[in-house]
């Protein structure tokens, strides 16, 4: 049986070392030998370096933020695998100690832990999760209930940018990650993370694809483990809903048997610059010895974690990292549309602004909002103050309504460009550039091209759209859920059913009568759009022009 963890010593460092075999120290940086590969005589060092952290890790003296280099990344098979008994709790099951591994840079010595792992959900979170999990050594389960998913990860086909197939293919055939669909897979874990989708449903979140999961976990929960839930979702949920199910499930108890946490997920589709491993995680867990368990996860994946009190403020922090986005986006955006009425250049303005080096940040108009993040995640927290407090959230309310209403602004202002050339919008041929909510990813949940292209076909326009990277039939806006048939997804979750897929050439942009760019992305050739369209309402100010107008 595992032993559950004891809370690590936030003052420094674990005073638990000195009581271990052949000389065990409480070593710091600086003292002699400090970094030095693990040897036979100190057999509990691995476990300090794996479990906790610490080791040759930097740790910092302030106990809220603690900073690891990035993991060593096996690439040769694990020599020697046993389990630590000796007068340590255990997270780990499975310790690879005192034993060279090759890697990156050539041969080194380190302790290593191997967990089953298992990722429920894969997408634009679950999968890099899953990937980088498995890169560090790990043996990954990638579970999803949407087998058109599984199939094309299962040969290496990736519908996520941000993990290209050349970094998938190699962890599928060294075994480290396996995509699945099948419940039984999921037996055995060490660590589970929950990457579902939390939907809005009538304005009321939508929990059911947690609570699937929760139960699905609590079958297979074993002593020892821990369940870590990094979908967006109202301060409370992790205390308060999935503990329960968990305990409910698997007739264990949280914090003593197992261990559960909360880590808000930070993914940025298409951002080149910050991913997964480099950005700061915040971790946060049901009870002291919960929040060493998540964090020593996490510490394997990421550069930095940022250790919180509890579940609640971790749930709050995503919360506020959106609504401040949120809110700022729909100042921007109403005063995009008062500017263009008073006849003033809002982008000018904005560029001025930006100039100055404190006090302002900035942001900029856009046809809508998109992704999880903003349409959805701030609702949550306007939804959990009006029921706990019963009080409405009224910046929340506000900006919704500002964003919400983008797109069909974006089609009033081209309805009046086309009238302006004696044209109406019924029968006028409109091409979409972009369909995803953000430039640069396939990503289209809650894209407000979905919207504008809804409004011009029910106008009576003739809809055609291009999009390098959203591709039909893998983008879709919600995964399968159980019991869902594949042809009943595609008929009511494809919002760009009604819209032809064409690419941006030269003969389309001519042919249009309008041409509107949603999601200015790389690869659009900017220079022939300008040059061969007869009107564009460039939504991102991306082009210049004697036929460009810009939102």
Not at 348 to 363: C, H, M, N, Q, V
Request: glycine residues 10%; charged residues 25%.
């Amino acid at each position: 049986m595992v032993n559950v963890p004891a809370a690590p010593n936030r003052g420094g460092w674990l005073q638990q070392a000195r009581s271990q075999p052949d000389g065990g120290r409480d070593a710091r940086p600086g003292d002699p030998g400090w970094g030095r590969p693990p040897d036979r005589r100190e057999p509990w060092r691995p476990f300090l370096e794996g479990a906790t952290g610490l080791g040759p890790f930097a740790v910092r003296a302030a106990p809220a933020v603690r900073t690891t280099p990035a993991p060593f990344k096996p690439s040769g098979s694990l020599c020697e695998a046993r389990r630590w008994r000796g007068p340590l709790p255990t997270l780990f099951v499975n310790a690879v100690w005192g034993c060279p591994e090759r890697g990156v840079g050539g041969t080194r010595w380190r302790g290593y832990f191997v967990m089953r792992v298992v990722i429920a959900g894969q997408g634009y979170v679950g999968l890099p999760l899953a990937v980088r999990a498995a890169e560090v050594g790990h043996r990954v389960i990638g579970y999803d209930v949407d087998e058109r998913r599984i199939k094309r990860l299962a040969v290496g086909e990736s519908y996520v940018e941000d993990i290209p197939a050349a970094r998938l293919r190699p962890l599928l055939e060294s075994g480290a990650y396996l995509p699945s669909a099948d419940p039984a897979d999921v037996a055995g874990f060490d660590v589970a993370v929950i990457t579902v989708p939390t939907p809005l449903r009538d304005g009321a979140p939508d929990l059911s694809y947690i609570e699937a999961s929760a139960g699905l976990l609590a079958r297979h929960l074993r002593p020892g483990a821990t369940v870590v839930l990094e979908s967006t979702t109202y301060p409370g949920t992790t205390e308060e809903l999935l503990a329960p199910l968990l305990e409910e499930g698997s007739g264990l108890t949280a914090g003593k048997d197992f261990h559960v946490g909360y880590s808000p997920e930070r993914i940025d589709p298409g951002n080149p610059h910050w991913r997964l491993e480099n950005t700061p995680k915040v971790v946060s867990g049901l009870g002291p010895a919960a929040l060493a368990a998540v964090d020593a996860f996490y510490g394997q994946l990421v550069e930095r974690t940022v250790p919180v009190s509890s579940c609640k403020e971790a749930e709050l922090t995503k919360l506020l990292e959106n609504t401040f986005r949120h809110v700022n986006i729909a100042l921007v955006n109403e005063l995009a549309m008062f500017a263009h009425d008073l006849g003033i250049d809002v982008w000018e303005a904005i560029d001025a602004a930006s100039t100055k080096p404190f006090g302002y940040l900035r942001f900029t108009p856009g046809p809508g909002v998109g992704g999880h993040c903003l349409p959805i995640d701030p609702s949550y927290l306007s939804w959990r103050v009006e029921r706990a407090l019963g009080q409405s959230f009224r910046f929340v309310e506000l900006a919704n309504d500002v964003n919400s209403h983008m797109p069909d602004y974006v089609v009033r202002r081209l309805a009046a460009a086309l009238n302006e050339r004696q044209r109406s919008v019924k029968g006028s041929r409109i091409l979409l550039l972009g369909l995803a909510y953000k430039r640069n990813t396939g990503d289209a949940r809650e894209t407000p091209a979905a919207r504008i292209a809804e409004l011009l076909t029910r106008m009576g326009a003739e809809v055609r759209a291009a999009d390098p990277h959203v591709v039909v039939g893998v983008h879709a806006p919600e995964p399968v859920v159980p019991g869902q048939r594949a042809a009943e997804h595609d008929l009511h979750g494809d919002p760009f059913a009604a819209v032809r897929r064409v690419e941006a050439t030269e003969r389309e942009l001519a042919g249009a009568d309008a041409v509107v760019l949603l999601a200015d992305h790389d690869e659009f050739d900017y220079d022939a759009v300008a040059a061969h369209s007869r009107y564009v309402l460039d939504c991102r100010r991306r082009l210049t022009g004697g036929t460009v107008e810009v939102l």
